[in-house]
């Protein structure tokens, strides 16, 4: 099973390895038909080149590999043979024939009417913003300008504009892919009959289209800014939506998981920046698509971010083939201060280098993009932090050092971060440091810190895995702030209470998708008033039922009634009713996060934000992933939140 050897050699024929090599790194003659360049390969780095190049073959005389043009990418790729074999035919512009493959799996051809179809809705998604006749696009174009992407920009990097909702199904993406569709399953040899099924089940399998009410919609991403996600070998596979100001939330929104794209394996920007990391011998992380495409543009265009998901230690993993230098330039919001904080517990593991730069005045790199500032943006990562400076002067940037009291809490906080990194030999410079910055004397700090033992080691996230509690309970600032009304709480109140009706009309929905009784609890619900009606509802046949159980001129009963005039909603599909679930379940979450960071501010204790990361993970993934209340994170979530009241 495979190619066959008559394809096989017309693709070494019509491939020159020199001509690929570029693509992986600069390049330099070296006799008639012969190249040199450091070694691309990923378990190779080298300052001087001695990877040698020819049209067929290539010799690595400092590793030692070598070999043919298909073993070459293999070896870069991370791909079999057959899959080698395919990427250099594409690369020559030969299309296999049936008669090509000899026998066994249609698996590849299977999905690449998945690439085929991404890549005809990102085309239209790119005419639709570029078309300025479109209306439609007019405020797309203006955010886009004002952030300093071009129309060349967006041909580049494949940024387009969405349909809106109300085009629908007569002329919105999947109007617009029929006929290109068409053409090319004819052209492939599908059966005239089977056309419209198969667009249809490809649709769906790209993740451009999916049920809705028993129609197949594409109104995942209306109105929305349109990033083509490309894996590694420039292949587009997928989607990020951003919205536009006053859009619909949330701010970001990705492609599902399909075939072609595994969330935890994509790195945004990785097709265009691979080839610089090679000369660079470093990659820069951050987390936005303008972010990335802002740094591609720059003098050191090495960037990449996850996308759909929070970085993982596969996406560590899979960075670390190129380069161990990391530099981490995250939002300086607390989530994306949390997020680079996340990568100490990869930093040894994967022998990382880990630079960390702190932005001046709180900016992201895509706004030196905006400001024509890209030169300015180089500066300050060429003159990024150490990861454990970073995370010190992190720690000592939020808590209050007035008081010599103050200063030595922080200290402790600090020490222990010292304490717990791998590398004995910086140990002593830092707790010198960490005394200059807190102006504490160094004698009293070193003998704290050889009293200082090192934390366990901490398991990460992973699934069900529950981390190490060690809170402590909240303290009486925070039982009053949590009575605090805001405009968020009246939205998750108004969430609150759409989902108490549905308990009251439509309880089956909730029992057949099995949201009760375990996947929706009283303390879900943003108000104790409303948790007290869950409850009182849960254990009556019916809403007077539920009134006689609590006080008539109780704020409970004032909602029963309310509710009682509420009309059921026959549509609700227990799909619909779970993902409001997930969201009320996150806004609570969310509020408790938010009370946590006000508590460790107000009594300088540190620790109690340090430990959240992997909460602040689950919260994202199931913010993209659209509330999914049956995946691993929201166990987690629902587990944290007990946890955290009982307390
Ligand atoms: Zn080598």
């Not at 050092?401 to 590398?423: C, F, G």
Request: glycine share 6%; hydrophobic share 35%; proline share 4%.
């Amino acid at each position: 099973m495979g190619w066959s050897r008559e394809f096989i050699e017309k693709v070494r024929e019509s491939t020159d390895l020199t001509d690929v090599a570029r693509d992986y790194g600069d390049t330099k003659n070296a006799g008639p038909g012969k190249i040199k360049m450091n070694c691309p390969l990923p378990n190779h780095s080298e300052k001087t080149p001695s990877h040698y190049v020819q049209k067929e073959f290539f010799k690595c005389f400092g590793c030692g590999e070598g070999g043919d043009i298909f073993k070459f990418i293999q070896l870069l790729e991370n791909c079999d043979f057959n899959e080698s074999v395919q990427r250099l035919a594409g690369r020559a512009g030969l299309s296999p024939g049936p008669e090509d493959w000899i026998g066994g799996s249609a698996g590849e051809d299977k999905r690449k009417d998945l690439f085929v179809a991404i890549e005809m809705a990102s085309e239209i998604y790119i005419n639709r913003l570029l078309d300025m006749d479109n209306k439609d696009a007019q405020k797309a174009r203006s955010f886009l300008r004002e952030r300093g992407i071009t129309g060349a920009m967006c041909q580049t990097y494949g940024i387009g504009y969405s349909f809106p909702k109300t085009k629908g199904l007569t002329d919105g993406l999947i109007a617009s892919l029929k006929q290109p569709l068409t053409k090319y399953f004819k052209e492939s040899g599908t059966k005239e009959v089977d056309i419209p099924k198969k667009i249809e089940s490809t649709l769906k399998r790209a993740g451009l289209a999916s049920e809705y009410q028993d129609k197949t919609t594409d109104f995942f991403f209306s109105e929305r800014i349109m990033f083509t996600i490309f894996d590694s070998t420039n292949r587009p596979i997928a989607f990020s939506g951003r919205q536009l100001p006053g859009g619909k939330d949330p701010k970001y929104r990705n492609s599902p998981e399909t075939e072609i794209y595994k969330k935890n394996e994509i790195l945004y920007g990785l097709n265009w920046a691979k080839k610089h990391i090679a000369k660079e011998d470093r990659i820069i992380i951050c987390e936005g698509q303008l972010d990335v495409i802002a740094l591609l543009e720059s003098s050191l265009p090495v960037a990449v971010g996850p996308c759909g998901t929070a970085m993982t230690e596969n996406h560590v993993k899979k960075l670390t083939g190129y380069t161990k230098n990391f530099v981490l330039s995250f939002d300086s919001d607390a989530a994306g201060q949390n997020a680079a904080e996340k990568f100490s517990q990869w930093e040894e593991k994967h022998n990382l280098q880990i630079k960390a730069a702190t932005l001046s005045s709180g900016d992201d790199p895509g706004d030196y993009l905006a400001q024509s500032k890209l030169d300015d943006l180089v500066q300050q990562l060429e003159k990024a932090d150490p990861f454990l400076r970073w995370r010190i002067n992190r720690i000592i940037h939020l808590g209050k050092v007035e008081t010599i009291e103050e200063r030595v809490l922080v200290a402790n906080s600090a020490l222990q971060i010292v304490k717990d990194h791998h590398e004995a030999m910086y140990h002593d410079d830092y707790v010198r440091y960490i005394g200059e910055k807190l102006d504490l004397p160094y004698t009293g700090l070193r003998q704290k810190f050889d009293e200082t033992s090192k934390t366990p080691q901490q398991k990460a996230f992973q699934g069900n895995q529950l981390p190490p509690q060690n809170r402590k309970p909240p303290s009486p600032i925070v039982e009053n702030q949590r009575k605090a009304e805001s405009k968020e709480t009246k939205i998750s109140t108004t969430l609150g209470n759409r989902v108490l009706a549905v308990l009251l009309h439509n309880r089956q929905t909730l029992e057949q998708g099995e949201i009760l009784p375990n996947k929706l609890k009283a303390i879900f619900f943003p108000t104790k008033a409303q948790g007290n009606v869950f409850e009182a509802l849960l254990n009556s046949q019916n809403v007077d039922q539920a009134i006689e159980q609590v006080d008539q001129s109780s704020e409970e009963a004032q909602i029963l009634q309310e509710l009682r005039n509420s009309k059921p909603n026959e549509s609700l599909t227990a799909e619909i009713v779970s993902k409001q679930v997930g969201e009320l379940l996150i806004r609570r979450i969310k509020n408790e996060l938010d009370l946590l960071h006000q508590e460790a501010k107000a009594t300088n204790n540190l620790e109690l934000i340090t430990g959240i990361g992997d909460e602040k993970t689950a919260i994202k993934t199931m913010e993209d992933d659209g509330y999914d209340l049956f995946s691993s994170e929201a166990d987690f979530l629902i587990e944290w939140l007990h946890e955290r009241l009982e307390k």
